[in-house]
T-cell receptor, first 111, second 115 residues
Framework: DGGITQSPKYLFRKEGQNVTLSCEQN?????MYWYRQDPGQGLRLIYY???????QKGDIAEGYSVSREKKESFPLTVTSAQKNPTAFYLC??????????FGQGTRLTVV | AQSVTQLDSQVPVFEEAPVELRCNYS??????LFWYVQYPNQGLQLLLK????STLVKGINGFEAEFNKSQTSFHLRKPSVHISDTAEYFC?????????????WGLGTSLAVNP
């Protein structure tokens, strides 16, 4: 079945450590997105990529980095510069201007 | 600026009652509209979408929505809700303006279905 896979589902890290969240899709979609979700704040766009080897900052990119070396993969690194990294992270992909397809999310907790 | 507004942050309703979740968008350009549902600790799942054609769109789980261009609205409705419909609902719009295909999201509506 085609879809988006995010891993891991739950992630715990110590403060000051970088951590990378995985996102893989086999839908052959050109565009991929990372969102951050906090209670009551909806979906906030961190980064997005419309083609391989190209990506743009979203609304809250500070403290995050991404790469897009393959069409299928769009990993997100949460760096130590991110002041409040504990959140639910969602990856999505889409093609054209149509609907986005989402992964199951990664809940990151920094202690 | 393009935006999507969900008019209610929380909607409590009793089981088997009808429900309407309201969504307005602001743009005069061609628009695609979507409703998604999110259950706790899960990703978002598409309920329905409007691309063109009939303004009444039917989706999964018995939901439907009506596109109203004059009122720039896309309200989600269900005639009789179940406990299992308790979830967060998001409205989104894709504005087709040149190369800008950014997906704009509402802040979500929390639907609580009570027995």
């Amino acid at each position: 079945d085609g879809g988006i896979t995010q891993s891991p589902k739950y992630l715990f890290r110590k403060e000051g450590q970088n951590v990378t969240l995985s996102c893989e899709q086999n839908l052959n979609h050109d565009a991929m997105y990372w969102y951050r979700q906090d209670p009551g704040q909806g979906l906030r766009l961190i980064y997005y990529s419309q083609i391989v080897n190209d990506f743009q900052k979203g609304d809250i990119a500070e403290g995050y980095s991404v790469s897009r070396e393959k069409k299928e993969s769009f990993p997100l690194t949460v760096t130590s510069a991110q002041k409040n990294p504990t959140a639910f992270y969602l990856c999505a992909s889409r093609t054209g201007g149509l609907e986005a397809f989402f992964g199951q999310g990664t809940r990151l907790t920094v202690v | 600026a393009q935006s999507v507004t969900q008019l209610d942050s929380q909607v409590p309703v009793f089981e088997e009652a009808p429900v309407e979740l309201r969504c307005n968008y602001s743009s005069s350009v061609s628009v695609y509209l979507f409703w998604y549902v999110q259950y706790p600790n899960q990703g978002l799942q598409l309920l329905l979408k409007y691309l063109s054609g009939s303004t009444l769109v039917k989706g999964i789980n018995g939901f439907e929505a009506e596109f109203n261009k004059s009122q720039t609205s896309f309200h989600l409705r269900k005639p009789s809700v179940h406990i299992s419909d308790t979830a967060e609902y998001f409205c989104a719009a894709s504005f087709n303006a040149g190369n800008n295909r950014k997906l704009i999201w509402g802040l979500g509506t929390s639907l609580a279905v009570n027995p």
